[in-house]
């Protein structure tokens, strides 16, 4: 029955993200890509060199995104879907994340444990705006693969983050803190996870043309770890 009803929730998903693609067709249609020296993402290393492309669509406060990374060092790849909408400051979001590494690799398995690629994400977030730009976000999972080995089928692993922008000499920075309130895929207790600074820029190559770059230091206290990433937008 679990299966089924998994099933069911990724067609509807589909459905969404067919539904907002033809609501935005006179909307804001987005696509790019990253390369970076490192994917580091919520104070965890998923890959070393990886090419990260990204296509986004928005129609009236709806959008729906897909996102991508490919591990240049090996075959490892990451699909995600993400439909969300966004009124004033506040934002809600559903994401489809899928591995290609897991141990049932096929994309269009929806059991609903682990033996799945597909972990479901819900996530909330507030930005309190320019005059005082923090945001304050939350992610949950609540089906697919994450059952992390602690007598649960569904541990709802869950990053708690709070983020701040400000520009220093002319660079756009963020410093960032992360935690999980209990046990799931981040730690096996209520710990902080990600301790962030990051800062990106534009290199001026000619009269036209001005090349994206970022960079990004990363503590894991949770897990004993430190990281920093470089990357550059196209």
């Known amino acids: 029955m679990k299966r089924i009803v998994m099933k069911m929730f990724a067609c ?5 993200e067919m539904c907002v693609c033809i609501k935005a067709t006179a909307q804001e249609v987005s696509l790019g890509a990253d390369l970076v ?29 897909a996102w991508a990374s490919s591990d240049l060092t090996k075959t490892d790849l990451e699909l995600d879907f993400t439909v969300g909408y966004t009124i004033g400051g506040f934002s809600a ?26 972990t479901f994400e819900a996530g909330v977030s507030y930005s309190f705006g320019k005059s005082f730009p923090l945001t304050l976000s939350w992610y949950t999972n609540f089906a697919g693969a994450d059952d992390w080995g602690y007598g ?15 520009d220093l000499w002319s660079t756009d920075m963020c410093i960032e803190l992360g935690i999980t309130p209990w046990k799931g895929a981040y730690s096996d207790n209520f710990d902080v996870v990600n301790i962030g600074v990051g800062g990106a820029r534009k290199i001026k190559l000619n009269e036209t043309y001005a090349l994206p770059v970022f960079a990004k230091v990363t503590f894991n ?5 430190a990281y920093m990433s470089f990357g550059l937008s196209f």
């Open 12 to 16: 509807a998903f589909v459905v969404l």
């Open 152 to 166: 649960n089928d569904q541990d709802y692993s869950t990053y708690v983050e709070a983020a701040y922008d400000f």
């Open 93 to 118: 979001t559903i994401t489809d994340y899928w591995f290609n590494y897991t141990a049932s690799p096929r994309y269009f398995n929806y059991q609903t444990d682990k033996n799945t690629a597909h």
């Open 37 to 65: 020296s490192s994917y580091i993402w919520r104070g965890q290393q998923l890959g070393s060199v990886s090419f990260q492309p990204n296509l986004g669509i928005t129609c009236n406060g709806f959008s729906f995104g």
């Open 221 to 225: 206290p949770a897990a004993n770890r």
